[in-house]
Nanobody, 118 residues
């Protein structure tokens, strides 16, 4: 079955950086686009970023464009999200997801908490 396991979250000060990782298994990872989505306290799920299956095209929500970078390693079945210049508004649980379109996904992991606070 599809397994997506996120790691790398934590507490960081505003302006700081974190790198999230997602280990994928149970499907042919290199055949699928992948996304990151997040859920802030008391809010719904928000699409953050998307990468196509070979990793040649990336897309970002306006709220993170220029600060976040999505990448993948198909040889290791890994997905990453480099987050720089973090803001309190970025506080959320971050999920990696197997995507079927930009903004649409079929499976997601259990999430990793990111808290941006001084």
């Amino acid at each position: 079955q599809v397994q997506l396991v996120e790691s790398g979250g934590g507490l960081v000060q505003p302006g700081g950086s974190l790198r999230l990782s997602c280990a994928a298994s149970g499907f042919t990872y290199s055949n699928y686009a992948m996304s990151w989505v997040r859920q802030a306290p008391g809010k719904g799920l928000e699409w953050v970023s998307h990468i196509n299956s070979p990793g040649s095209r990336t897309y970002y929500a306006d709220s993170v464009k220029g600060r976040f970078t999505i990448s993948r390693d198909n040889a290791k079945n890994m997905l990453y999200l480099q987050m720089n210049d973090l803001k309190p508004a970025d506080t959320a649980v971050y999920y990696c997801a197997r995507a079927y379109s930009i903004g649409g996904y079929s499976d997601r992991g259990q999430g990793t908490q990111v808290t941006v606070s001084s």
